[in-house]
């Protein structure tokens, strides 16, 4: 990722403002154009060929900011759930992420915060929990990562038969704590068929092609992994074991991994967003596009795999042959919004589960900024609204403009000092002399991402008289034209005066400014109007509410949205600031036959049970403690019920404490 993208310490820069807008925007910085604050330069084009980001710093930048708190939560309260039990495993903040169930035990990351040398850290790995007894859930042994990595999402344990083994393993993922330092990429797998003696079989295995540094082994730093079993379609013949990987590190970031034999697994496949033209349009507000999380099942004669991927939605692969993954079909996020009503939809797919039956999908997007900045096109034949951002470095919009900005644009090209254009003239001296604010009448000046600052463009404005900066995509932050709407507000890296505020746009939209064809490939300024070129009117509002992140329910069949649910919390301004994280993260369906019940972690805003079906969702029930609760992980267990039936216990992750158990006892 380039150097803008490096963020500080997630309790100094939080999802919370319009200048911390699109935490998740961080991710992947190889496979899109995000917007987030940070503090460093767009690098040079000479030290940067592709002007693209990489991964293993956006991962670095997902792992801090992902999932913290704000501060706050909504006032304690349930209905239809009680609370059977709890085991507290941690007293640091942030120190839980997900959970993972298997027979009579239960698996809770330790997150980053448990990293060497944290206030307060404990140490990174898997806690193991015996649930026998509900009511009283006991810690009975701690699985430890490699030193310098962590376990975030895709906690999991599954049952195995193979030629090579049969028991039962757990499978997580590691992300590395300081990714300066030699770190475990990849996931690990162990032998936990006796929960209280557990045994590696694996660690830090995945993709190592390109190689990764200073990864342990060149492997890549992985988010999330689900692992599944096929049985041998002639028992008693033994079956296969696979694992699919959310790679950070790469655009072909859905990676399956054979485990068969758990001692020497064996990478089988890669794919992602580059392979499926299909999946390309429409996306999301930003055009932020990464593999984040997945759920495979067998679906008739098929194992399908659901993967959620962000701005692009949901996707659904057939990996029947794990060697050949299938592109099937995917999910576009409507518009208007369903529920906030904006143009450009949020986004942001995080997670999902098909129902029992097959029939629906629910998915989460995950938001942690409950506001945006709206930009409009205002005159011209591309009137329209146009996905932007705003600088974290600058002047608010709003401050220097009450009520927002409005006026007329002007080309500037690179606003860099070099001679970008390679017309003999520094650029920026071609806008001091020729294209000032008080030459040109413009009120906005364009410049287009690359080769210098941020900051040094913005500089440039501020000298020629400008008080409002735009900044367009480059050819290659768009990855060619797939994701022409993306764009990037990096972070500071030379001085500026303060006296113009500044936002990002996609790199289609600075073309349609100036009413010409979009282009992405060639020289980022020779492939637009000369310098001085006067453009449209745009508009540009920070801080507008547009809701914490929400549910989907989609038909299977078709992916087409049936309709959408949120706490009403989070569509509620007031809710804005002051009671923590409002989004949704993590949802699980009912695993009895045709009950149509899901139930959520959201956070701050605690568990909450939804009935779905083709007429709609609805909320049954939630439960918010004392004190409050910032739940992550979700999953449904009825191995503790006689013959596996009847309504399930749930066990969720509080990121704060640790393991809480709870029943539905609603409809």
């Known amino acids: 990722m380039q150097a803008e993208h490096v963020l500080p310490p997630k309790e100094v820069l939080h999802m919370q403002s319009r200048r911390q807008v699109l935490v998740l925007a961080a991710f992947l910085g190889l496979l899109l154009p995000v917007s987030s604050a940070g503090a460093s330069p767009d690098p040079p084009a000479e030290t940067d060929a592709a002007a693209v980001d990489s991964p293993i710093e956006a991962a670095e930048a997902l792992d801090e900011h992902q999932h913290g708190g704000v501060g706050g939560h909504l006032p304690a309260s349930s209905e239809n759930v009680t609370l059977v039990g709890m085991a507290d495993l941690t007293n640091v903040a942030g120190g839980i992420s997900d959970v993972g169930t298997f027979g009579n035990y239960a698996y809770l990351g330790a997150f980053n915060p448990e990293c060497a040398g944290r206030p307060g850290a404990q140490g990174t790995g898997v806690h193991v929990v015996d649930i026998s007894d509900p009511a009283s859930p006991t810690k009975v042994e701690f699985i430890p990562a490699h030193a310098n990595s962590y376990v975030g999402e895709g906690v999991q344990a599954i049952h195995v038969s193979t030629p090579f083994f049969t028991g039962d393993v757990l499978v997580h993922n590691n992300e590395g704590c300081d990714t300066s330092q030699p770190f475990e990429g990849g996931i690990s797998i162990w032998d936990v068929t006796d929960p209280t003696n557990p045994a590696k079989l694996a660690g830090g295995v995945g993709d190592n092609t390109p190689a990764a540094s200073p990864n342990i082994n060149g492997v890549h730093s992985v988010h999330s992994t689900f692992a599944w079993y096929v049985p041998a379609s002639d028992p ?35 794919t992602g967003f580059d392979d499926w033209p299909d999946a390309r349009a429409p996306l999301a507000n930003g055009d932020t596009v990464f593999n984040h999380d997945f759920q495979i099942k067998q ?9 959620s991927y962000w701005d692009a939605g949901w996707v659904i692969l057939d990996v029947t042959d794990p060697a050949t993954p299938v592109f099937m079909n995917d999910s576009d996020y409507p518009t208007p919004d369903p529920l906030t009503g904006f143009d450009i939809p949020e986004g942001n797919a995080h997670q999902a589960w098909w129902s029992t039956n097959n029939q629906f999908i629910l998915g989460t997007d995950e938001d942690f900024s409950p506001t945006r900045t709206s930009c409009d096109i205002e005159t011209g034949p591309n009137a329209g609204a146009t996905p932007c951002g705003e600088f974290g470095f600058t002047p608010d919009i709003n401050t220097l403009f009450p009520g927002g900005f409005t006026g007329t644009t002007v080309w500037g090209g690179s606003g860099c000092e070099a001679d970008v254009d390679g017309n003999g003239t520094f650029d920026r001296d071609e806008v001091l002399a020729d294209h000032t604010q008080a030459q040109t009448g413009a009120d906005a000046i364009v410049f287009t991402r690359g080769v210098c600052f ?25 990855r060619g034209g797939l994701l022409p709407d993306g764009f990037i507000c990096g972070g500071q890296g030379s001085e ?23 282009e992405y490939t060639g020289g980022d300024t020779l492939d637009m109007p000369a310098k001085g070129t006067l453009g449209e009117s745009i508009s540009a509002v920070g801080g507008v509410f547009d809701g914490w992140g929400y549910v989907h329910l989609l038909n299977a069949s078709t992916l087409a949205e049936i309709d959408a649910y949120a706490v009403s919390e989070g569509l509620d301004p007031t809710f804005q600031d002051g009671f923590g994280n409002l989004t949704v993260h993590e949802v699980q369906t009912d695993p009895r036959a045709n009950v149509n019940l899901a139930y959520f972690s959201y956070y701050d805003a605690g568990f909450r049970v939804a009935k779905f079906g083709k007429n709609g969702i609805h909320e049954v029930g939630h439960f918010i403690a004392e004190g409050g609760n910032d739940f992550w992980g979700i999953e449904p267990t009825q191995a503790l019920n006689p013959a596996g039936r009847g309504a399930p216990l749930l066990l969720m992750s509080d990121r704060d404490s640790g393991l809480w158990i709870f029943r539905y006892t609603g409809d």
């Open 236 to 270: 008693p013949a033994t079956g296969r074991a696979f694992a699919m990987m959310a790679d950070n590190q790469e655009t072909a970031d859905v990676d399956i991994i054979e485990i068969t034999d758990p001692t020497n697994p064996v990478m089988l496949s890669e």
């Open 299 to 307: 679906i008739g004669t098929k194992w399908l795999a659901l993967v």
């Open 454 to 478: 941020f900051s040094d463009k913005i500089r440039t404005g501020e000298l020629a008289g400008y008080t409002m900066v735009f900044i367009g995509q480059s050819h290659a932050g768009s």
């Open 496 to 518: 500026i005066d303060g006296t113009a505020a500044a936002g990002c746009i996609g790199h289609r939209a600075m073309h349609n400014l100036f009413n010409d064809t979009p």
